[in-house]
């Protein structure tokens, strides 16, 4: 029965207030984790404060559990969920560039609204700089369009790429994030004193 | 035995990790079984939105546009001695082990119709929704596209219609009949495989690159 879209229980117009209702909800979260603020979104590059990891990794986890186990309930069918095509190299260029924009602007392009929404001025300016951003890369994509499409391997999934089970890989994930915390803990006791 | 006290963090950790073990488990994929909603199925094929005619297609063609996968369902040397342009051979025999992404958009023809609206009702049942076929398939891609027909007391508006369907004619390696006002007999044959899209004489628009070639 789901995804609702592709299975029209609902058109664009409710799509659009069921995505601003969503938003709202995703902004008003990440607010409430402190991430509208850029010194609490700067500090994971310092070590000191992990909260950047651990919320964005117990979102993956929950989001994994809950996919995996509506599929397997037969409520939504996965096939059907739109991926973004994976071009390994661009997307690995890309991953960088906006970690250096994340380091020296203290946001995320989401992160950055939220901010902008609680009337912060950096916010206003990160999001100003997005879009000044955008339209660069409109301009310029002609020229690295070849770049950008290289590499190209469709809608592909983990289990697909490394011909695993599904079950596995969500395990190994939950595993790799429960063990990611625990380090997140000790690096944050190691690194929470300095600051 | 008392369990030593848990934090609540550790407490969703456990959870996690319970429910991620039990997921080792899981078959998170439809299997071969789906239901199908019948009136839907008859609605759609009596509204007649399955269907691209060749016209639609032939243009699509020439647009160079990559947003669907055309299928040709006929034998293999049926598709080595022709096909039309971009298509990828599938039989129906294959089709259903066929790694089709269901949110492809899939355009399937065969000789008449048949076949392809058989193979049509066979993806429906495994949960392709975005399934078309060609109206007519290759026997109305001939007519409508290779070898279009003046008739014989023609209006302007018709007249007009052929010559647009003239030109895609010629760039598809075929030949419109009855310029002079005579319907001459239907060609039996099929063009060379070599002379659609790469000849490029008459194109009415310049195709862009092709997203699969040779395929």
Known sequence: MAPFYKYGFFGDEMSLILAFVLGTGFGFFLERAGFGSARKLAAQFYLYDMSVFKVMFTAIVTAMLGVTYLGWLGWLDLSLVYLVPTHLVPQIVGGLVLGVGFVVGGYCPGTSVASLATGRIDGFVYAFGIGAGTLVYAEVYPWIKGFVNSNGMGQVTLPEVFDLPWGLVVFAVVLIAVAGFSAATLVERRFGDEA | ?215
Request: glycine share 8%; proline share 7%; with cysteine.
């Open chain 2, 1 to 215: 035995m008392k369990l030593p006290a848990l934090t609540t963090n550790q407490k969703l950790a456990t959870v996690a990790v319970v429910l991620g073990a039990l997921a080792l488990f899981s078959v998170p994929h439809r299997g071969p079984v789906v239901t199908l909603d019948t009136r839907e199925l008859a609605l759609i094929v009596d509204k007649e939105v399955d269907h691209v005619t060749p016209s639609e297609l032939a243009a699509w063609i020439v647009q160079g546009r990559s947003d669907y996968r055309l299928i040709d369902l006929r034998a293999e040397s049926d598709y080595a001695a022709y096909h039309i342009p971009t298509a990828e051979n599938v039989t129906v025999a294959a089709l259903p082990e066929f790694p089709f992404l269901r949110t492809e958009k899939i355009v399937l023809y065969s000789d008449g119709g048949i076949h392809a609206a058989q193979a049509w009702m066979l993806m429906q049942a495994q949960g392709y929704r975005a399934v078309y076929t060609v109206l007519g398939g290759l026997e109305g891609w001939k007519d409508d596209v290779l070898y279009p027909a003046l008739p014989a007391q023609a209006s302007g508006v018709e007249r007009a219609r052929f010559e647009r369907a003239a030109a895609l004619s010629r760039f598809f390696g075929g030949e419109p009949r009855a310029e002079g006002g005579t319907v001459a007999p239907l060609p039996m044959g099929l063009p060379k495989l070599a002379a659609p899209v790469s000849s490029g004489a008459v194109s009415p628009v310049a195709p862009r690159k092709k997203k699969k070639e040779g395929c």
